[in-house]
């Protein structure tokens, strides 16, 4: 918990500098909005707690089904449908999510699994929020911003087990000041022209981007299942965008040709 409190109060000073805060703050003109900060900081939480008791290849299972489950339902519950080639391309890229964490798999215990998919469907809601931001680094930032109460609450709660690690606070202020703030930055930029469903298949390509990341800069060695899921998930994910773009192509020819 400690680790994302700090990770809060890094990631809202680096999109949002201490002056500007104030400046909002006694202007009441801070962005984003609760729910949108609720969703962040369960998400974060959840997720934090959740890996106490399960394994890394189970916990990823678990997170980006429920994210795939919370955005694809709710594209559909918004009128969004997919073909068969769409959905043989959602389940390619499932496919290759399991064959690249499951060296890691075991039986998931409950608590950490409740946890685990309470944390993706947090993570779900966060990333529909997102499909009508107009500033998407002011928002994230206020969205963090909101956030840090929560935080805090939890943090004091917990302040009796918490144990701060030096190291521990270099992971969390490099996670919430760089990769963090730059990347849902960039996630709630491109959300705006993404469908749910392509949005929920595209996520599935962060645990081969992290296990990419470890070849890269750890001299992790290549391995024939890293290129297998690697195949599955990012050939699965074409299949899907791919399909999603051409449906959009011909539904703007068919408006273009009425008009």
Do not use: C
């Amino acid at each position: 918990m400690s680790f994302t409190f700090i990770l809060f109060q890094k990631e809202r000073r680096s999109l949002l500098p201490e002056r500007d805060v104030r400046r909002r703050v006694l202007g009441w003109k801070i962005v984003g909005n609760w729910i949108s900060a609720l969703a962040l900081f369960t998400y974060a939480a959840a997720f934090s707690f959740a890996y106490v008791d399960l394994s890394a290849g189970t916990g990823a299972l678990l997170l980006f089904g429920a994210v795939q489950a919370t955005m694809i339902f709710w594209g559909l519950h918004k009128g969004e449908r997919l073909d068969a080639i769409q959905i043989a391309g959602l389940v390619v890229a499932v496919t290759g999510l399991v064959i690249l964490v499951f060296p890691g798999l075991s039986a998931p215990p409950l608590i950490g699994s409740i946890l685990m998919l309470g944390s993706g469907v947090a993570w779900g809601v966060y990333s529909l929020r997102g499909k009508g931001v107009q500033n998407p680094a002011s928002v994230t930032a206020g969205n963090f911003v909101r956030a840090v109460p929560f935080s805090v609450v939890v943090w004091i709660f917990f302040l009796p087990w918490a144990h701060v690690d030096p190291a521990g606070v270099g992971y969390a202020i490099i996670s919430g000041a760089i990769a963090s703030g730059l990347g849902y930055v960039i996630w709630y930029s491109a959300l705006p022209g993404l469908k749910a469903a392509s949005a929920a298949t595209v996520q599935l390509s962060v645990p081969v981007l992290a296990a990419t990341g470890g070849i890269l800069l750890l001299g992790e060695s290549i391995t024939l299942r890293y290129v297998l899921a690697s195949v599955a998930v990012l050939g699965g994910i074409a299949l899907v965008v791919v399909t999603l773009h051409s449906q959009d192509q011909t539904a703007s020819r068919v408006e273009e040709s009425r008009s």
